[in-house]
Protein backbone atom coordinates (compact mmCIF):
# COMPACT_ATOMS: atom_id res chain seq x y z
CA UNK A 1 0.00 0.00 0.00
CA UNK A 2 1.62 3.44 -1.61
CA UNK A 3 0.76 5.88 1.76
CA UNK A 4 2.74 8.63 3.13
CA UNK A 5 2.86 11.12 5.59
CA UNK A 6 -0.12 12.33 5.08
CA UNK A 7 -2.00 9.42 5.45
CA UNK A 8 -0.27 8.29 8.64
CA UNK A 9 -1.07 11.99 10.18
CA UNK A 10 -4.80 11.83 9.06
CA UNK A 11 -4.47 8.51 11.20
CA UNK A 12 -2.95 9.28 13.82
CA UNK A 13 -4.88 12.86 14.22
CA UNK A 14 -7.80 10.35 14.23
CA UNK A 15 -6.65 8.37 17.42
CA UNK A 16 -6.99 12.01 19.08
CA UNK A 17 -2.88 12.54 18.74
CA UNK A 18 -1.24 15.96 17.56
CA UNK A 19 -0.63 14.76 14.07
CA UNK A 20 2.04 12.36 12.91
CA UNK A 21 3.92 10.11 15.08
CA UNK A 22 6.84 9.46 13.60
CA UNK A 23 9.99 12.00 12.46
CA UNK A 24 10.33 10.71 9.35
CA UNK A 25 8.22 8.32 6.58
CA UNK A 26 10.25 6.49 3.91
CA UNK A 27 7.79 5.50 1.19
CA UNK A 28 8.00 2.74 -0.74
CA UNK A 29 9.21 4.44 -3.56
CA UNK A 30 12.06 5.64 -1.57
CA UNK A 31 11.00 9.26 -1.02
CA UNK A 32 11.94 10.67 2.38
CA UNK A 33 8.93 12.66 4.03
CA UNK A 34 9.34 14.52 7.12
CA UNK A 35 7.13 13.41 9.57
CA UNK A 36 6.91 15.63 13.27
CA UNK A 37 10.00 18.49 13.69
CA UNK A 38 12.77 16.65 15.85
CA UNK A 39 12.45 19.06 18.10
CA UNK A 40 8.95 17.70 19.15
CA UNK A 41 8.83 14.28 21.03
CA UNK A 42 7.67 11.52 18.84
CA UNK A 43 4.44 9.32 19.37
CA UNK A 44 6.02 6.29 18.10
CA UNK A 45 7.45 4.16 21.05
CA UNK A 46 6.02 3.72 24.49
CA UNK A 47 9.00 5.26 27.14
CA UNK A 48 11.30 6.00 24.71
CA UNK A 49 9.04 9.08 22.74
CA UNK A 50 11.27 11.75 24.38
CA UNK A 51 14.37 10.31 24.07
CA UNK A 52 14.13 9.01 20.32
CA UNK A 53 14.14 10.07 16.71
CA UNK A 54 10.97 7.57 15.02
CA UNK A 55 11.41 6.44 11.50
CA UNK A 56 8.84 4.99 9.56
CA UNK A 57 9.13 2.19 6.53
CA UNK A 58 5.86 2.02 4.97
CA UNK A 59 5.22 -1.47 4.07
CA UNK A 60 6.25 -4.82 6.46
CA UNK A 61 2.18 -6.15 6.36
CA UNK A 62 1.58 -8.61 3.49
CA UNK A 63 -0.73 -7.23 0.37
CA UNK A 64 -4.20 -8.33 0.89
CA UNK A 65 -3.86 -9.36 4.92
CA UNK A 66 -4.83 -6.76 7.68
CA UNK A 67 -1.83 -7.90 10.12
CA UNK A 68 0.91 -10.17 8.52
CA UNK A 69 4.13 -9.14 8.90
CA UNK A 70 6.43 -9.53 6.44
CA UNK A 71 9.87 -7.92 5.07
CA UNK A 72 9.09 -6.52 1.78
CA UNK A 73 10.77 -3.08 1.87
CA UNK A 74 11.98 -2.16 -1.53
CA UNK A 75 15.59 -1.42 -2.66
CA UNK A 76 15.08 2.36 -2.71
CA UNK A 77 13.93 2.25 0.89
CA UNK A 78 16.87 0.59 2.26
CA UNK A 79 18.92 3.05 0.49
CA UNK A 80 16.93 5.74 1.68
CA UNK A 81 16.88 4.35 5.33
CA UNK A 82 20.75 3.91 5.36
CA UNK A 83 21.31 7.92 4.49
CA UNK A 84 18.98 8.98 6.80
CA UNK A 85 20.39 6.61 9.78
CA UNK A 86 23.79 7.91 8.70
CA UNK A 87 23.29 11.37 8.60
CA UNK A 88 21.66 10.91 11.71
CA UNK A 89 24.54 9.18 13.65
CA UNK A 90 26.65 12.18 12.79
CA UNK A 91 24.21 14.11 14.13
CA UNK A 92 23.67 12.00 17.44
CA UNK A 93 26.64 9.83 17.49
CA UNK A 94 25.85 8.29 20.95
CA UNK A 95 22.00 7.13 19.94
CA UNK A 96 21.63 3.71 19.46
CA UNK A 97 19.78 1.73 16.32
CA UNK A 98 16.70 -0.01 17.58
CA UNK A 99 13.78 -1.67 16.12
CA UNK A 100 10.46 -0.92 17.84
CA UNK A 101 10.24 -4.47 18.94
CA UNK A 102 13.36 -4.66 20.60
CA UNK A 103 12.03 -2.06 23.38
CA UNK A 104 8.04 -3.09 22.62
CA UNK A 105 8.37 -7.29 23.08
CA UNK A 106 4.96 -6.98 21.95
CA UNK A 107 5.52 -5.75 18.79
CA UNK A 108 7.18 -7.20 15.42
CA UNK A 109 7.50 -4.23 13.87
CA UNK A 110 9.97 -3.67 11.75
CA UNK A 111 9.71 -7.07 10.92
CA UNK A 112 13.32 -6.94 10.58
CA UNK A 113 16.45 -7.32 12.94
CA UNK A 114 17.54 -3.46 13.10
CA UNK A 115 20.38 -4.19 15.42
CA UNK A 116 21.70 -6.72 12.51
CA UNK A 117 20.81 -4.09 10.27
CA UNK A 118 22.78 -1.08 11.97
CA UNK A 119 25.88 -3.80 12.42
CA UNK A 120 26.12 -4.11 8.48
CA UNK A 121 25.68 -1.00 7.39
CA UNK A 122 25.95 1.80 9.76
CA UNK A 123 29.52 2.15 11.90
ZN1 LIG B 1 6.15 -0.14 15.46
Not at 4 to 21: A, L, M, S, Y
Not at 101 to 111: G, L
Amino acid sequence: MDIGRQEIDRWHRERGWNGIGYHYVIRRDGRLENGRSLEEAGAHCKGHNKDSIGICLVGGIQDGTKEKAVNDYTGKQWETLKSIVLELKAKYPNARIVGHCDYEPKKTCPNFDVKEWAKNNIN
